[in-house]
């Protein structure tokens, strides 16, 4: 175990002068001191005496020079280990070191060496501007620095190799050695080959490659695969075009069609040519047969006409006797006619001289009707001019009474409100009641006596005169007055307007005028009444054209009939009128009778000159057709037409024959039919020539293009390239199982080597997990077996992150690791350097403090412990004290 | 020279096959006689006009190349021989090629020879194949006085009359006698033919299965001596089947040396079926210890208890293992 036993500093920082800390204990040391009285450079100093070259004249020197100054300083350490003392005495100057060993006394590098050995931080170099765990070797784990007690205790990687080797040797158990490291290298390194960190193939890898040149393989195999089917498909086509080409040689559909068409040609030549053959015949026997038809209807014809000139002598002889029967009875119809005519006649003139008489009488009537009609009128007239006049009379009285029932009402409405106004106004008016004892006057002011006992009302101010008393002067002041006053007098002022604008004095005249217009027009309604009852449906015009009228019809009415009846005795219109429908009656007998004979007559006479137009015409035709009829037979006589007709009918018949034997011919060959054959047979020759160019360009085609790609040597390398695509798959599958091996491997490598740390670190675990649980009840410890570090803790069974508990916590949990750690080292090396703490646990709470107490105290009996503390007190008893002041030099 | 098909083993070669095909028969001064089989059919393409061009343009010599394209005879003067050839036009001909030799009616004073390509009804041949099929009583069906076939490649006689000369020069590590010609003599015609096998083959092809009994030595020695027999090993091409369970020391020295055979012969082809099995000696020998003992006796017993995929890798990973150590010990 490494001890110090006396430090002395000279020309240090804030410690100057200098400072002697002598008689230092195995166990705990406490140095007290107040703050910045150099408790941190006390521990400064202590790592630039072993750690820092004394030549340097670095930024770690020019730090350990009082400032201000250019002194050298000089720091001497006594220490011990291994079990044996030394003394070094080191000022920072050329040559300003010794180290006295109990075998020399060395000087210089040879100093610097030894004590390099001694302190094992070769690894690191010399610190230049700071001091970092690689420069300190394991003493820089153990020697805390004020305010990072709370930071993670990780030693530096040749720390950790070394506590690896110690507790390797403690567990005798070989972790992996110099071989097992470069295993693990040369498996990582492999495994590197094929695989990335996260474990998937590497994209430049040994696997990738292989992977990827069995993929380009492929794609070329099946590349020149594709193209040998395609070529061996062109070949399979030329093989079918090729064989095609010989079946339809073979066939020789071509000419058997061309041989075929000239014979339809041929044939259809030879149709047309009986056609145009049956077309003459055909021509022929139309004129025979029109010859044959035209005598034939040329003999109807005549025996047509025969019958019909027979036909039209019969029906002249019948006519001719018609034609006499009706002479005689139209000649018989002419006599009653005439007889019934005259009676006609006689009754006609009878009846008309009794209608003229009745007209006359009937006319006198009239004209009396008409004459007291137009008197009863006339007086009518006159009355309703006098209601008229009357209307004007009473209209203009009406003009004069224009006061209505309304204007009276409107008239009391405003007299009532001006009342209203009034006697609102009077109930706040001042009135005066005068009771004088005696006789005396009361004047107003403008010389009117008033009389005594009787109100007066006051709405302005006035003066009395009291006889026997004096003046008296009266201001009436009742609230509203005013306000009352001007709204009667306005209400008044209404009332005097309306009254003015009707040109009545009072209300009561308006009353009156009122009434009188009512009566007025009351009369003016019986008028009108009247009138209308008089003129009944007349209007006063049609009254006026009615009497015009009346006397118009006596003005023309004809004197003389009214002189001829008002002389006949006989003239009884009654007995007239009987006789006029007698006649009238009779002479309707009459002229129906008459008419009756008319209608025979005109029926007679129509129908003899109707039988006479008949017999007219009738000759006239007979006439022309036996003129027709002669002319016929002497153009060509019987005999004559009928030896034609034989004829015809014979050259008819024989070229009819041989029609039927041409179209029975042509039947069979019918040329529009065998146009088609022909047409169908060019078609289809001109089909199989197309078909035939076009097979021997589709040869050509693929005879050049089968050339040309299979010049290219596609199915041996097709071949080929199969051949090394099958080797690359194997290669794949190889160098895949390679790559798995290695992954294995190095996995199986990777997960003993973890199993072989974490047992490594059980010594330091165990140390800590009898200790943790006093500080921090429950809590159980997990060691980082990487960096030999604390990295979490678990409380009831949930694991709590280094870096998330409290401060405290940390730094008291940092403290046991290094104490555990250094515990370890001592009992594994034998060696172990002093723990120092500067103004450490200072936020533990007063139970941790007092059990981070009792494991410094316990470590203390092993280790060496300076405990730098501006709190001496509360470490008191725990081991040798020693306050800075007292340590002061001069 | 009579050749019964399959020249070429695509109907698509490359240029310089056909020029080397060319020059390999130009030595040959009398006329060459080729027929068209099932792997270079006669209308395959541009094969042979391609073959004709190469004949033409050989700087060396001059070729008689005649190539039978149609079913036709073919008369060589010089040897009174009528050659009845049989192309195949196609692949897969389901016509009988043949079949018109029996109607051909024979010259009189010629030599009758059928040369046809295809497997003979009844016998080898694919098998499975229904196309290219051959009456093996074609010769006295035809009046041939032989019939020189092809498509089998090992040299096989069917008659007195009827024979497949194989090829000369194996191409597969089937062992059926190939690497021969025929030469055969007739005096005249209907004469009985002489036929000699004359062994032409340049190269050996050797299929060979070697089962690992424990000792590596012995298994290289055994291969070693196949190396040293009468063909050179630059012209054997080896189909090496290894079985058995190995050591990793002797898979380690096995490999290695199948690197260098790899390198010594013309063509080698292993098919390793080695089962690893580490045994006690490879642990000791490796002198593993800590982490790197742990992980090998974690690797061991993965390899001999896992699923048969798992095993392998364990196996190969457990190789990996030894090999690593094995350097790491030489290199110190």
Known sequence: MMRLRRIELRSVGKLTPGLRIDGLADGINVIGGDNEEGKSTLLFALRCAFFLNHSSNGALRKQLVPAGTSLTPEIDIDFETGGRSYALAKAFRRDGISLQTPAAALRGADAENELEALLDFGDGGRAKSRFASEHMGLSGLFWIDQGTAFERARPGESDQRRLAGLLAAEMDHVVSGSDGDRLFVEAERQHGEFWSKSGRPLSNGRLSEAEQR??????????????????????????????????????????????????????????????????????TLRVADNDVRTLEERRQRRAQQRELVQELLDDRERLEGERIDLGRKACAIEEAFAGDEGLYRKLREGLGMKKRRLRAIEANERRQRDMASLDSLRRQRDGIALLNQRLVELDGERRDHRIEDKDVADLRNAESEASTARAALDVVATRLVFEPDADQRIIAGEGEEKPPRQPVELLHPASFMLEGFGRLHVTPGSEGLGERERRWRK???????????????????????????????????????????????????????????????????????????????????????????????????????????????????????VCEAKSGDLGTRLERETER????????????????????????????????????????????????????????????????????????????????????????????ARAERDAAERERDRVRREAEAAKLLYRILDEERRRSRDMLTEPVRTRLERQLPFVIPGAGAFFDADDFSLSEIRRSEQPEAFETLSIGTREQLSIMVRLALAELLLEQDGEAPPVILDDALVYADEERFDRMKTLLARAGRSLQILILTCRPRDYAGLGKSYRLEDCLLG | MLVAGDCFDSPFPEEGTILKAADAMSPFGGPWVLLPGNHDPAEAGPLWDRLEHAARNLATAKLDLRIARKGEPIRIDDASLEILAAPLRHRHDPVDPTAWMATSERRPGLVRVGLAHGSVQGFGGDGESTFNRIDPRLPEMADLDYLALGDWHGTLGIGRRCWYSGTPEPDRFRSNEPGHVLVVEIDEPGALPRIERVPTAECRWIEETLEHSGDAGALIARVEAILSGSTPADRLLLDLTLAGEVDIGGRA?????????????????????????????????????????????????MAGNGEEEDSEIARLALRRLYLMQHRIRETG
């Open chain 1, 214 to 283: 069995y993929d380009q393989l492929e794609e070329t195999c099946l590349d020149l695969q594709g193209r040998l089917e395609r070529l061996e498909g062109k070949l399979d086509r030329l093989r079918r075009a090729r064989a095609e080409r010989e079946r339809t040689l073979g066939e020789n559909r071509e000419s058997r069609d061309g041989e075929k068409l000239h014979a339809v040609r041929e044939r259809i030549e030879k149709a047309r040519e009986r056609r145009n053959e049956l077309a003459l015949l055909r021509q």
């Open chain 1, 491 to 609: 209400l008044d002022a209404i009332l005097r307007e309306r009254l003015d604008a009707l040109g009545v004095a009072s209300v009561e005249e308006a009353h009156e005028q009122a009434l009188r217009r009512q009566r007025i027009e009351a009369e003016i309604d019986r008028i009108h009444t009247e009138r209308r009852a008089r003129l009944g449906d007349f209007t006063v015009e049609t009254l006026e054209r009615e009497i015009a009228g009346l006397q118009a019809a006596l003005d023309d009415a004809d004197p003389a009939g009214i002189e001829r009846t008002s002389h006949g005795e006989e003239n009884d219109p009654e007995r007239l009128r009987v006789e006029i429908a007698a006649g009238e009656e009779e002479l309707e007998t009459c002229e129906e009778r008459l008419r009756g004979r008319e209608q025979e007559r005109h029926s007679a006479r129509e129908a003899l000159a």
């Open chain 1, 629 to 720: 009829l002669n002319d016929e037979l002497s153009a060509m006589p019987d005999a004559d037409l009928d030896t034609s007709l034989g004829e015809a009918c014979e050259r008819r018949d024989g070229t009819a024959s041989e029609h039927a034997r041409l179209e029975l011919a042509l039947r069979d060959e019918d040329p529009s039919l065998l146009e088609e054959e022909a047409a169908h047979l060019e078609r289809r020759i001109e089909e199989l020539a197309g078909d035939r160019r076009q097979r021997e360009r589709l040869i050509e085609q693929l005879a050049t293009e089968i050339r040309i790609e299979g010049g290219e040597g596609i199915g041996e390398r097709h071949d080929n």
């Open chain 2, 253 to 301: 020295r096995i490999e290695a040396r199948i690197e260098e055979w790899r390198a010594r012969l013309c063509h080698l082809r292993v098919h390793d079926g080695l089962i690893d099995r580490p045994s006690d000696e490879d642990l000791r020998e490796l002198r593993l210890e800590g982490v790197a003992q742990a992980a090998a006796s974690r690797l061991a017993a």
